[in-house]
């Protein structure tokens, strides 16, 4: 009679241990995915803004009858991009690259600063890639083919790919800068503009 008490005991303890670790592996397992989503929710945020100008880009390049937005009108300038990039672009904007309809104000470049380019096909295979925070600013590779309805194999099978710095600004995310990387590395939006200001002074 005493053993089979004893028995029951450890078994009641046994149990009790067990559930204490459940208890404690719950506990763990809990953390780990509060910590990956504390880690993943900042990096998902940060490329909203990147997503909308590829979104605008796709848009625009899927069709010649299409009527093309700018991603630098007032609206997704003021919403898209940092105060340090807005800017660089309005002084960049006094040496506008043509004349426009209107007699508005021109956009400073003449060509697609996503694509780098004057000419191009519907994008395709577009892939957006955030990275982690590095020095207050995420870095978001953005790759796509631009050349696909070419005969070349060569430009047909070609990737784009850009870089995007990302930033926290007044309590969202912002595009800081537009990097184009090329054979020769990457060049930067940013100081492109800058450039273009002070052209002509």
């Known amino acids: ?10 078994v009641v303890e046994d149990r009790a241990i067990q559930q204490e670790s459940n208890i404690v592996m719950r506990i763990l397992l809990l953390t780990a ?7 993943a929710a900042p990096a998902a945020g940060a ?9 605008v880009t796709t848009r625009n390049w899927a069709s010649t009858d299409g009527e093309w937005s700018y991603l630098f009108a007032e609206d ?10 807005q800017a660089a672009y309005r002084e960049a904007a006094k040496r506008p690259a043509y004349e426009t309809e209107d ?3 021109g956009d400073p470049f003449g060509y697609d600063v996503v694509t780098a380019s004057q000419d191009g096909c519907p994008l395709e295979d577009v892939s957006i890639h955030p990275a982690g925070a ?4 995420t870095p978001v590779k953005v790759t796509f083919k631009l050349w696909r309805c070419l005969d070349q194999v060569e430009l047909r099978d ?3 790919e850009v870089l995007f710095d990302v930033v926290a600004e007044d309590g969202r995310y912002v595009i800081d800068d537009i990097h184009r990387i090329g054979p020769d590395g990457q060049d930067s939006l940013l100081a492109e503009m800058g450039q273009l200001a002070t052209e002509g002074q």
């Open 1 to 10: 009679m005493s053993a089979a008490i004893v028995r029951i005991g450890a």
């Open 33 to 39: 995915a509060f910590c990956a989503l504390a880690t």
């Open 47 to 55: 490329t909203d803004p990147v997503r909308e100008v590829m979104d």
């Open 76 to 85: 997704p300038l003021r919403r898209l991009f940092s105060l340090r990039f």
């Open 103 to 105: 007699g508005g104000p």
């Open 134 to 137: 590095q020095d207050g600013k």
């Open 158 to 160: 070609s990737l784009n």
